[in-house]
């Protein structure tokens, strides 16, 4: 009986891996077998840093309303619980952004709850 050839699926998964393993360090990127675990280990970071990503801009984003919002004499709590009782709709995001670009228009927004 022949042997059987590798065919196409073995270089296209090998090719894969090496394209996405550009760039590493030492032979984790030209060598198979330490490619194939870098990469693995890269692709679980990658998963877990997308949600990691959105808990740390949201503690940026409240830190800088916190920030502002003690320039205007207010803490970030009470600046918050005032938001919500005045029924003014604004996220976390845009109101850093207030914060950090139109200062003026954020000491208004804190005059409107006081």
């Known amino acids: 009986m022949p042997r059987a050839s590798i065919g ?19 032979g984790r990127k ?4 330490l490619a194939k675990d870098a990469y693995r280990h ?14 740390d801009f949201r503690q940026l984003w409240q830190l800088r ?3 502002a919002a003690r320039q205007n ?8 619980d005032g ?7 604004i996220n976390r995001k845009m109101l850093s952004q207030l914060a950090q670009e ?3 228009s954020f000491t208004e927004i804190v005059k409107k709850i006081s």
Do not use: C, M
Request: net charge positive; glycine share 4%.
């Open 102 to 104: 139109r200062p003026e």
């Open 73 to 80: 004499g207010i803490t970030y709590s009470r600046l918050i």
């Open 42 to 55: 890269a692709q679980v970071h990658a998963y877990t840093d997308r949600r990691r990503k959105k808990r």
């Open 8 to 26: 196409q699926t073995s270089p296209t998964k090998k090719k894969k891996i090496f394209k996405a393993t550009k760039g590493f360090r030492w």
């Open 83 to 89: 938001l919500n009782k005045a029924e003014i709709k």
């Open 65 to 67: 309303i916190n920030a």
């Open 30 to 33: 030209s060598k198979f077998r």
